[in-house]
C-alpha cells in the first residue's frame, strides 16, 4: 500500500502561485496513477488534475487548465501540482489521490489511496 502526505499550501493572494506536493511512501510509485482533488467548505470533492504513472498523459479540469500544471518525479517518489493565476474560487482543502493503473482515473471512488489534505486560501 502506499501512504502519501501532501505540503504546499497556504495563504496567497489572486494571481498567485503556489506548488503542492505529494510524498508517496510505502509502494512503487512508478506503478500509480496520481490525481489531484479539491474540496472547499460545503461542497463536494471535485476533481482538478491527474496524471498517469509514467507521465506523458494528464487531463485537466477545465476550471484549470492553462493555469495548473501536474508533474511528476517516480525517482523522488513526489508528484506536484504547480498552480498560477490563483483565484479566490480556487481556495479549498486539496488532496492527492494514488491508484495502481494503467489508466488515468478522473473520479474520486476511481482512487483507493488519498493524502490529508493541505489547504490553499487565494485572498481577493
Known amino acids: 500500500q502506499v501512504q502519501l502526505v501532501e505540503s504546499g499550501g497556504g495563504l496567497v493572494q489572486a494571481g498567485g502561485s503556489l506548488r503542492l506536493s505529494c510524498a508517496a511512501s510505502g509502494g512503487t510509485f512508478s506503478s500509480y496513477a496520481v490525481g489531484w482533488f479539491r474540496q472547499a467548505p460545503g461542497k463536494e470533492r471535485e476533481f482538478v488534475a491527474a496524471i498517469i504513472r509514467w507521465s506523458g498523459g494528464r487531463y485537466y479540469a477545465d476550471s484549470v487548465k492553462g493555469r495548473f500544471t501536474i508533474s511528476r518525479d517516480n525517482a523522488e517518489n513526489t508528484a506536484y501540482l504547480q498552480m498560477n493565476s490563483l483565484r479566490p474560487e480556487d481556495t479549498a482543502v486539496y488532496y492527492c489521490?494514488?491508484?495502481?493503473?494503467?489508466?488515468?482515473?478522473?473520479?474520486?471512488?476511481?482512487?483507493?489511496?488519498w493524502g490529508q489534505g493541505t489547504q490553499v486560501t487565494v485572498s481577493s
Open positions: 489521490a494514488a491508484q495502481a493503473t494503467v489508466g488515468l482515473p478522473i473520479r474520486a471512488y476511481e482512487y483507493d489511496y
